[in-house]
Structures are given as structure tokens and as C-alpha cells.
């Protein structure tokens, strides 16, 4: 790295000790920055570079519930607002045990380049806590909703900041959310919370959009070499919102997805993945990824174990972060990969990237590939602002042309920058710039 980058750096390591998965966010933009702020002394000296990592607000609250037993839970509620130069924060809540404000901070950082690479008016922030919806009734995932929007809702809004879904919060969680605000508030405020339900202010395509656009963009960095993924084999993690609708969308495209997983294994399908079932193990019955063997018998359940290491040409890992780690992308080579795209955030281990890259593999980092989610949330937001409710065809049109452009922005970015096909890189510098540029114009605010 560039002196001013290790400085910088080391700022970050001193201010949020012991935040590993923060740390490793920033590591791997500024690795991308050398060249960028070389050609641009004007970032130094408006102290973009600090002023980047630094998270505009961090909001860290108790949020107190009641089980189904009359025991009283505590849970820890979190809301980074990151960076707002583009438009209001905006970016998911995850609800998971493993919550902490170290993963929130990278999650929200990351979301702030993603967000710019859209295109579209939206700033970047994260949110969450470390409540497990897993075994809950749905009494108590209501009750946990209401007591965490108890306090949240003072410091969201239309043009303040717009939370929306990840890990452990899907459509069920965004309609508890939603009745706690529009409750206090008196108000029915839609665009304050995206991935609505499609009677009261959702957007069609929103739930199918991270799954759908990260095989977008596989397809398009397949394309430019001349390549595509009409019968190719593909793995992918996860079995939550981005892996199904990865799924799907991979399917229609012509591709045989042969496994997915959870935390507790992966499934081996050679008939390719039997999408209905699937969707109703994981969405109806809210099941494990091992319920679908029991339907399905020539499949196979792999208890622990690695889905890298099921021989696939295309791996779209959907799960969560450092999923797929150096040994994992050595078993991936083994197997004959040519392209890994990340459909979940940072799900690749930084030595896996170098390894993957090295070995002549196409890569998509997560902020380029799955920023289809974010993308129709604003389209969403679009929506609830002109009190109105487009089509599917329309709304999944307008996804397709946003992940062809955040496709060739990255691609064109990094030929720019003397590295053509380094995705990372290209990702990383477009969605630099359009904030920093932002940054400058607003003054050292
Ligand atoms: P879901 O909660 O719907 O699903 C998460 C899935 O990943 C579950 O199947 C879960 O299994 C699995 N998983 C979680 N941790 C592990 C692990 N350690 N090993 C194996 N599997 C695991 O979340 P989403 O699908 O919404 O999110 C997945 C990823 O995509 C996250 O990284 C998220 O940040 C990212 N993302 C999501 C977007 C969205 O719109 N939802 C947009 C952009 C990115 P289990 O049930 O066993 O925990
Ligand atoms: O990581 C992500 O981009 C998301 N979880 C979606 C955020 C959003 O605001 O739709």
C-alpha cells in the first residue's frame, strides 16, 4: 500500500481494535487505491481516505424482550449510518448471534461502495443484532421486531436512513418492523424500510433481485469472453433469499445447479437443484437444507464438510463472509472452476481472491455482483416516492440494465486502470470515486 493508505490504515487498526472482518473490508479497498490517489492529490488533502472509514453516526442499543416462557430476553441492536454523500444511509439488517459492531461496520463499509456503484441516490449504512430468529416462535420474532423498532425509529426516516433485509430478516421481519413504526409514528411512511410485502409498498422483483442480478453479472463477465453459462455446472451456497433465487435464475439461464447448503451441510442434487421443493423447505416450512433429501432421494446431504469441494465451473457463493477460504479455492480449481461470483458480502478470504485472480479464474466481489438487492430497493423507494407500483417485466428490466452498466463501469474501470478483467479493482475505484467525488463537493462535513 501507498504511505497515505498506511496511515490511514493504521488509523483504522488503533480506532476499532480487534474488528477483524472491518479491518479486512478496508485492507481490501485500499489495496484497490494506490493508483487512484496518486492521480488525485485533491482526496489527501480534504482527508477523504480517514474521512471514508470513519462511520458518520454508530448507534449501539439494548433491546429487551419477553419468549414465549415470560423470560426476558436482552439482545443488542445495531445501527451503522456510514456515509450519507449520495443520498440518505441505506443498507439491510442482519439479525444473526454472530452480530457484533465489528461485522456491522464492515458490512456498512462495504455497502458504501456498493450503493455508489448503482448509479443510483443512496448512501451506505448496516444494521442488525445478535438475536437468532432460528427456533423462534413467531410471537417472539414480532416482539423481538417491535422492542428493537422501539428504538430504532428515531433515527430512521424517508431521508435519513432506509433499512431493509439480510441474513435473518426477510419479508416477515420487514412487516413487524414496519407496524412498530408506522405505530409510533403515526405515519405511513413506505420508503422507510424496503423489501415491503407486495400489498403494502413492496416492489415486485425485490425479493428474486441480490440471486438474480449476481447471475446477471456472471453472465455478462462470461460474455466479454465470449463465454456463458448455458450448461454449465454451478454450486452455490446458502439456501436463504440470494441462493434460491440464484437458483432460479441460473437455471433459466440455461446452467445445472448441483448443490447448495447451510451451516450445517451441503446437498448434492445431480438432477439439478428441484427448485418448488427447495423453496418450500426453506420458505414455507422455514426447514433445513436436510429436509430436502427426505423428499428427494437420489439426492445427497453432506453433513459438514466443504460445498467447494462438489466439482463445479461456476461457484456463487450466497452465504455469508469468508465462506470460501484458500483450501476451499484450491478444491474449486481441482474441480475445473472458471468463474466465482460473490452473491453474499465478502464471502471470499482475501488469499482465496489472490489465489483465484493468480489462477486466471473470472471473480466478482460482492459489492459489484450483488448489488442488484440494494439497486431495487431504491427502485422501490422510487416507487413509494411517485405513489406508485410497476410491473414485473418493467421492474426486472430496469435490474437488468443496472447490473450490464455496474458490469461495465467495473470492467471499463479496471482496462482504465491498466488491469483489465480485475473486477476487485474496478469495483473498488468506480465506487470510490463517485463518493469521494461527492465528498469534496459537500465540504469537510
Ligand atoms: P438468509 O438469512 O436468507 O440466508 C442465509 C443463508 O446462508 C442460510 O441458508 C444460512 O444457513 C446460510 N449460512 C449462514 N451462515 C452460514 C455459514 N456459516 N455456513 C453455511 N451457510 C451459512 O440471508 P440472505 O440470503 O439474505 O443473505 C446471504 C448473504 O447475502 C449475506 O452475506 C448477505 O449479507 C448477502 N446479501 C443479501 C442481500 C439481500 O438482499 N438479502 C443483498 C446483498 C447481499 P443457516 O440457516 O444454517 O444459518
Ligand atoms: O447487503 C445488501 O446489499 C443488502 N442486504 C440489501 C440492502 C438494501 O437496502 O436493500
Redesign the pocket.
Given at each position: 500500500m501507498d504511505t497515505a493508505l498506511d496511515t490511514t490504515f493504521a488509523q483504522v487498526l488503533r480506532r476499532s481494535p480487534g474488528e477483524v472482518e472491518f479491518h479486512q473490508a478496508v485492507r481490501e479497498v485500499f489495496d484497490s487505491l494506490g493508483p487512484v490517489l496518486r492521480k488525485n492529490p485533491q482526496y489527501a488533502d480534504a482527508a477523504v481516505l480517514e474521512r471514508i472509514c470513519e462511520p458518520e453516526r454508530q448507534i449501539i442499543f439494548r433491546v429487551p424482550w419477553v419468549d414465549d416462557a415470560g423470560r426476558v430476553r436482552i439482545n443488542r441492536g445495531f445501527r451503522v449510518e456510514y456515509n450519507s454523500a449520495l443520498g440518505p444511509f441505506k443498507g439491510?439488517l442482519?439479525f444473526?448471534p454472530?452480530v457484533n459492531l465489528g461485522i456491522i461496520k464492515f458490512?456498512g463499509f462495504e455497502q458504501v461502495f456498493?450503493n455508489a456503484l448503482t448509479g443510483m441516490p443512496i448512501g451506505g449504512g448496516k444494521g442488525g443484532s445478535d438475536f437468532d430468529p432460528?427456533g423462534c416462535s413467531d410471537g417472539e420474532v414480532m416482539r423481538f421486531c417491535q422492542s428493537f423498532m422501539t428504538e430504532l425509529y428515531r433515527h430512521i426516516g424517508e431521508y435519513t436512513d432506509v433499512p431493509?433485509?439480510?441474513?435473518?430478516?426477510?419479508g416477515r421481519e420487514i412487516g413487524y418492523l414496519f407496524g412498530q413504526y408506522k405505530r409510533i409514528t403515526n405515519r405511513y411512511e413506505s420508503a422507510v424500510l424496503t423489501?415491503k410485502g407486495l400489498t403494502w409498498g413492496g416492489s415486485l422483483v425485490?425479493t428474486e433481485?441480490?440471486?438474480y442480478g449476481a447471475v446477471l453479472f456472471a453472465q455478462e463477465m462470461l460474455k466479454a469472453r465470449g463465454e456463458s453459462l448455458e450448461g454449465r455446472r454451478v454450486a452455490v451456497?446458502?439456501?436463504?433469499?440470494?441462493?434460491?433465487y440464484a437458483i432460479e435464475k441460473a437455471q433459466a439461464l440455461g446452467a445445472r445447479v448441483v448443490t447448495?447448503?447451510?451451516?450445517?451441510g451441503?446437498v448434492v442434487d445431480e438432477d439439478g437443484v428441484d427448485l418448488d421443493l427447495l423453496k418450500d423447505v426453506?420458505e414455507v416450512q422455514r426447514g433445513?437444507?436436510a429436509d430436502y433429501v427426505d423428499r428427494r432421494p437420489r439426492a445427497e446431504f453432506v453433513a459438514g464438510g466443504s460445498?467447494w469441494d462438489v466439482p463445479v465451473e461456476v461457484a456463487l457463493p450466497?452465504?455469508?463472509?469468508n465462506?470460501l477460504t484458500e483450501e476451499d479455492a484450491k478444491s474449486l480449481l481441482r474441480g475445473g472452476v472458471v468463474a466465482v461470483v460473490e452473491?453474499?458480502?465478502?464471502?471470499t478470504t482475501a488469499d482465496a481472491v489472490a489465489l483465484l485472480q493468480e489462477s486466471g479464474v473470472l471473480f466478482a466481489p460482492?459489492k459489484a455482483a450483488?448489488?442488484?438487492?440494494?439497486a431495487?430497493?431504491a427502485l422501490e423507494m422510487q416507487q413509494n416516492a411517485s405513489r406508485d407500483s410497476w410491473s414485473f417485466d418493467y421492474t426486472a428490466d430496469r435490474l437488468t440494465q443496472i447490473m450490464v452498466s455496474i458490469h461495465d463501469r467495473c470492467a471499463q474501470t479496471a482496462e482504465e486502470y491498466g488491469e483489465p478483467g480485475n473486477y476487485v479493482l474496478g469495483a473498488n475505484i468506480a465506487g470510490f470515486q463517485r463518493v469521494a467525488n461527492a465528498m469534496l463537493a459537500l465540504g469537510i462535513v
Open positions: 439491510g442482519r444473526h454472530s458490512l456498493k432460528r431493509a433485509g439480510d441474513i435473518g430478516v426477510g423489501g425485490r433481485a441480490t440471486g451456497s446458502g439456501a436463504g433469499n440470494v441462493a434460491i447448495f447448503s447451510d451451516s450445517s451441503y426453506k433445513r437444507v460445498i450466497c452465504a455469508t463472509q465462506e452473491g453474499a458480502n465478502m464471502p460482492g450483488n448489488a442488484g438487492g440494494v431495487t430497493s
